[in-house]
C-alpha cells in the first residue's frame, strides 16, 4: 500500500525528531470532535509504544459521546486543568499539532503553542499557516486520522498500531467522512478502513457510540431548528437555521447538540448550501455545508474570519446574533453569483 499522506522528507525529519525517547504533547482543536480526538489519541498510543512520553491535550473537554474513546481519560483538558495543559504545550520537547492549521484554533492555548519551538503539523485542511517545523498537509485525505495513519505506516510502525489506536483512528475516519459518503472518500479511506478492521475494531460497536448516544433534549432540540428556525431561500438554494442562545437554554443545550445540524438544510431537494448560526457565549459561530464546486471556506475566510474545507468550513463573528445573520444574506448573493451551479 501506498502512503499518500507521507511524503519522503518529511517522514525522514519526523524520523530525526522521534530517534530518541521525547517528552511530547499532543494538541488538536477547540471543540475537538471525532477525528481530532481520533488523531490525537491513536498517534499518542502509538508514540508511547514507540518508548516517548506522550500526552494528549484538549483544548476543551469533548462532547460526552466521544469520553469512551481509548485513551481519553488520560488526556488533559485546558478547561479542567488549565496550568497542567499549558505547561504541557510550551514546554514539551515535541508538540504535534493535529486536525487544525491555524494557531487561534487552539483557544487559550495559542500563546503557548506559539512559544513552543518544536512543532509537527499533521492535518487535512486548507490553506496551513507555516506554524511548525515539520508539515504533513494533505487536503485531499479524508481525516487526520487517515494521515496518522499513513505517517506512522511509513515511519515502519504500522505494526504499533493496536486495536484501541486502531479504534480511535476508525472514529476519525468514519465521523470526518460522514460515514464513508462525502467525496473526501477514496480507495485509500477504504483501504486503511480495512486495515484498521483488521486489528479488531469494531464499526458497529464504535457507530453506535458515536451515533446512538442521543439525550431526548437534544432530539428535542433537533426538532425544533427544524420546524421553527429553518428558512429556506429557493432563489439562493439555501437553506438556513439559526438558533438563540434562549433556544439553546429551553432546551438545556450540551456541548456538541448541534453537530450535524447543519446537513438537514443540505438535505432537501435542490439546495446546494446549507448554513447554521448559532449564537455562543460571547461569539456567533457559523458552519456551512455545500454540495459540488461552491467553496465555503472561501466565503468564510473572507467575512465571517473562518475556513475549513471546500464543502465544509466554519467562521465567527463578534457581533451580535441578527446582524451576523443579515450580513450573511448580504453577502452570499455575490458569493453564489460568483461560483454559478
Ligand atoms: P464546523 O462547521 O463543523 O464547526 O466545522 C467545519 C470545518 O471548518 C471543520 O473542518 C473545522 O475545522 C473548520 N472550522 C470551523 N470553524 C472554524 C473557524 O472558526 N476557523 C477556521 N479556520 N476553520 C474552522
Ligand atoms: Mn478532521
Known amino acids: 500500500m501506498l502512503f499518500p499522506s507521507a511524503p519522503t522528507a518529511a517522514v525522514a525529519a519526523l524520523k530525526e525528531l522521534l530517534s530518541r525517547p521525547r517528552q511530547i504533547a499532543i494538541v488538536t482543536h477547540f471543540n475537538p470532535d471525532g477525528d481530532?480526538?481520533?488523531?490525537?489519541?491513536?498517534?499518542?498510543?502509538?508514540?508511547?509504544?514507540?518508548?516517548?512520553?506522550?500526552?494528549?491535550?484538549?483544548?476543551?473537554?469533548?462532547?460526552?459521546?466521544?469520553?469512551?474513546?481509548?485513551?481519553?481519560?488520560?488526556?488533559?483538558?485546558?478547561?479542567?486543568?488549565?496550568?497542567?495543559?499549558?505547561?504541557?504545550?510550551?514546554?514539551?520537547e515535541l508538540l504535534f499539532c493535529l486536525d487544525f492549521n491555524k494557531p487561534d484554533r487552539v483557544g487559550g492555548l495559542e500563546d503557548a503553542l506559539r512559544a513552543n519551538p518544536t512543532k509537527v503539523l499533521i492535518d487535512h485542511h486548507r490553506h496551513p499557516d507555516a506554524l511548525a517545523a515539520v508539515i504533513f498537509s494533505d487536503t485531499s485525505a479524508s481525516s487526520t486520522s487517515q494521515m496518522v495513519f499513513d505517517i506512522v505506516s511509513a515511519l515502519g510502525h504500522a505494526d504499533l498500531i493496536d486495536t484501541e489506536a486502531a479504534t480511535c483512528l476508525y472514529t476519525g475516519l468514519m465521523t470526518d467522512s460522514g460515514s464513508f459518503r462525502f467525496n473526501s472518500t477514496t480507495p485509500h479511506t477504504l483501504e486503511v478502513a480495512a486495515e484498521l478492521m483488521r486489528r479488531q475494531v469494531v464499526p458497529e460497536r464504535i457507530h453506535e457510540a458515536i451515533m446512538d448516544d442521543n439525550t431526548e433534549m437534544r432530539l428535542k432540540l433537533?426538532?425544533?431548528?427544524?420546524?421553527?428556525?429553518?428558512?429556506?431561500?429557493?432563489?439562493?438554494?439555501?437553506?438556513?437555521?439559526?438558533?438563540?442562545?434562549a433556544d439553546l437554554d429551553r432546551f438545556n443545550y450540551q456541548p456538541g447538540d448541534t453537530e450535524g445540524v447543519v446537513n438537514y438544510?443540505?438535505?432537501?431537494?435542490?439546495?446546494?448550501?446549507?448554513?447554521?448560526?448559532?449564537?455562543?457565549?460571547?461569539?456567533?459561530?457559523l458552519s456551512l455545508r455545500s454540495k459540488g464546486a461552491l467553496p465555503v471556506n472561501e466565503f468564510l475566510t473572507a467575512h465571517f474570519s473562518g475556513g475549513g474545507h471546500g464543502n465544509a468550513a466554519g467562521g465567527h463573528a463578534k457581533e451580535p446574533l441578527a446582524k451576523v445573520v443579515e450580513r450573511f444574506l448580504r453577502e452570499l448573493p455575490a458569493f453564489l453569483a460568483s461560483h454559478p451551479a
Not at 498517534?43 to 483544548?59: D, E, M, N, Q
Not at 488526556?75 to 514539551?92: C, G, H, I, P, Y
Not at 426538532?223 to 438556513?240: I, W
Not at 447554521?276 to 460571547?282: G, N, S, W, Y
Request: net charge positive; aromatic share 6%; hydrophobic share 45%.
Open 36 to 92: 481530532a480526538m481520533g488523531s490525537s489519541l491513536g498517534l499518542c498510543a502509538v508514540l508511547r509504544k514507540l518508548g516517548h512520553k506522550s500526552r494528549v491535550v484538549l483544548p476543551n473537554t469533548p462532547p460526552l459521546n466521544l469520553h469512551w474513546m481509548p485513551g481519553y481519560a488520560d488526556a488533559l483538558a485546558f478547561d479542567k486543568q488549565k496550568e497542567e495543559s499549558e505547561r504541557s504545550v510550551r514546554e514539551s
Open 222 to 245: 433537533l426538532g425544533f431548528a427544524l420546524s421553527e428556525r429553518l428558512s429556506v431561500y429557493p432563489e439562493l438554494r439555501t437553506a438556513m437555521i439559526v438558533l438563540r442562545k
Open 265 to 285: 438544510g443540505l438535505s432537501i431537494r435542490g439546495i446546494r448550501l446549507a448554513a447554521f448560526i448559532v449564537e455562543r457565549p460571547d461569539v456567533v459561530k
